[in-house]
């Protein structure tokens, strides 16, 4: 079946980076985009930005330009995200979705279970 | 940026009850709007895309429609497994955006 696996808890100091995987099964790597996508605590969700696993080109949400970048690995099907010049306000949930086109439209499915990023001193 | 406002932002509701959820764009996205559920530490599931096509495997009670900037997803008959936080999101256009989401709690 489809699946995104992702890597685990990570605790981060303040001006930190961390990087943040998404490992896809299930389905061939380079045919869809994958998104990320994050929670923070008791807010709703917010996209970061993509990446076309065919070629490697990407684009950002305007508010992570400069701090986000999005690279993928073929060869094991992995797509990573790193954060840098973490602040508390990046403590969330990171998740990774795969990205579906259709006629009928655009949506995620499925998702990443999610990776807790705490950032604190 | 396509502003998603979601209402209520949160309802009380019991088994069997019909529930409906509606979610406005701040400019018309067409149908290209889709409908999440998500349950505390799990991934988010995908119900309904393009504004009103079932996913694979969702229960026939969730259903969606509506076009250009106003939408609905309506659960016709409240399971205990339904009690959970729903979010619009469109995707129309970059950056995607997400409404607030409602959570639906146990009456």
């Known amino acids: 079946q489809v699946q995104l696996v992702q890597s685990e808890t990570e605790v981060k100091k303040p001006g930190a980076s961390v990087k943040v995987s998404c490992k896809a099964s299930?389905?061939?790597?380079?045919?869809?985009?994958i998104h990320w996508v994050r929670q923070a605590p008791g807010q709703g969700f917010e996209w970061m930005g993509s990446?076309?696993?065919?070629?490697?080109?990407?684009n950002y949400a305007q508010k992570f330009q400069g701090r986000v970048t999005m690279t993928r690995d073929t060869s094991t099907a992995t797509v990573y995200m790193e954060l840098s010049s973490l602040k508390s306000e990046d403590t969330a949930v990171y998740y990774c979705?795969?990205?579906?086109?259709?006629?009928?439209?655009?949506?995620?499915?499925?998702w990443g279970q999610g990776t807790l990023v705490i950032v604190s001193s | 940026d396509v502003q998603m406002t979601q209402s209520p932002s949160s309802l009380s509701a019991s088994v069997g009850d019909r529930v409906a959820i509606t979610c406005r764009a701040s400019?018309?996205?067409?149908?290209?709007l889709n409908w999440y559920q998500h349950k505390p530490g799990k991934a988010p599931k995908l119900l309904i895309y393009?504004?009103?096509s079932l996913q694979s495997g969702v229960p026939s009670r969730f259903s969606g429609g509506g076009s250009g900037t106003d939408f609905t997803l309506t659960i016709s008959s409240l399971q205990p497994e339904d009690f959970a936080t729903y979010y619009c999101?469109?995707?129309?256009?970059?950056?995607?955006?997400f409404g607030q989401g409602t959570k639906v709690e146990i009456k």
């Open positions: 979705a795969r990205g579906v086109a259709s006629t009928q439209g655009r949506w995620f499915d499925p």
């Open positions: 299930g389905y061939t790597f380079i045919s869809y985009f």
């Open positions: 990446i076309n696993p065919n070629g490697g080109s990407t």
């Open positions: 400019q018309s996205i067409s149908t290209y």
């Open positions: 393009g504004a009103s």
């Open positions: 999101q469109q995707s129309y256009s970059f950056p995607r955006t």
